[in-house]
């Protein structure tokens, strides 16, 4: 009798052991069901909640300040500064597409939140604040097509009468006029709101002669420096409805730099000057 009750103990046993094993498996299944099925940006809301994090709408515009790959992962100068604000602030970001002259106007009128690689300007400064420190500095050149053969570099009177593009709003417009004024210049100056692959085209079709724009944005294949006009630090614009985030962005900003002094010039280096007017051949090169 004694074995027989021993046995059935252990039948017992191992009965509790295996419908446990069945309940927890049960509910393993369920948390994974309801992890899978609920929107992933249900789970993202609740979880920003939860910490508390502020979503910053930023502008986005394709350039090497901005772009992504053939798989749609984001890269560039701006974008890994701003990622790099986000590790001390805890922001979240919300990506606004548009071209920079559309995206400045936005973030004039309060449609975004910041935008970055943007020049000092004082009529810009009655609209917009800037973040105290420098996301760099850039140069600024008026570049023309390889099969241009009329504009000389050794000679700035080739460019009179010819058809120059620059983007509408940028400090590029007064520093080329002013170039251009002191050398006796005189071109037919258009403003423009477009991709910077879309001016690049125009520039290669002869729809203008000549395009003013930042050093690292040329195509060593579609495009040729002949003269630069100028350069600027430039810097984070935040909205003037958002004077808390321009706060917090000014203490993040001295937290990095102060951390690494030469964290500008890295990302300039990893960004910019491969891309930018070192891959071109000086006029006495030529």
């Not at 004694?2 to 046993?13: A, I, V, W």
């Not at 053939?70 to 701006?78: A, D, K, N, P, V």
């Not at 009177?157 to 593009?165: A, E, H, I, N």
């Amino acid at each position: 009798m004694y074995f027989k009750r021993q046995f059935k103990k252990q039948l017992n046993n191992k009965a509790v052991r295996i419908s446990l094993r069945r309940t927890l498996s049960v509910l393993l299944c369920v948390l994974l069901a309801v992890f899978f099925v609920l929107p992933h940006h249900v789970l993202a809301e609740e979880e920003d909640k939860s910490n508390g994090r502020e979503t910053v709408r930023v502008g986005w515009y394709e350039s090497k300040f901005h772009h992504k790959d053939e798989t749609g992962r984001r890269s560039g100068y701006g974008y890994e500064y701003q990622r790099k604000v986000a590790a001390y602030t805890g922001w979240n970001y919300e990506y606004v597409e548009g071209t920079w002259p559309e995206l400045l106007e936005m973030l004039k009128n309060g449609e975004i939140d910041m935008l970055s690689d943007v020049s000092y300007m004082e009529e810009r400064s009655k609209y917009i604040v800037y973040s105290s420190l420098p996301m760099g500095t850039e140069s600024y050149y008026v570049f023309i097509s390889p099969k241009n053969k009329e504009i000389q570099a050794d000679d700035p009177q080739t460019l009179t009468g010819k058809k120059v593009g620059v983007d509408r709003g940028s400090i590029m417009v007064e520093m080329f006029r002013d170039w251009a004024k002191m050398r006796g210049v005189e071109v037919e100056l258009t403003e423009l709101s477009v991709d910077q692959d879309v001016a690049l085209q125009m520039l290669t079709d002869g729809d203008m002669d000549a395009y003013v724009m930042l050093d690292s944005f040329g195509d060593a294949k579609v495009t040729e420096p002949v003269w630069k006009i100028g350069s600027s630090d430039f810097y984070f614009g935040v909205s003037m409805a958002k004077p808390q985030l321009l706060k917090e962005l000014d203490e993040a900003m001295s937290k990095i730099q102060d951390e690494n002094i030469y964290y500008n010039q890295q990302l300039y280096e990893k960004y910019l000057r491969d891309s930018g007017n070192n891959n071109y051949l000086s006029p006495d090169e030529l």
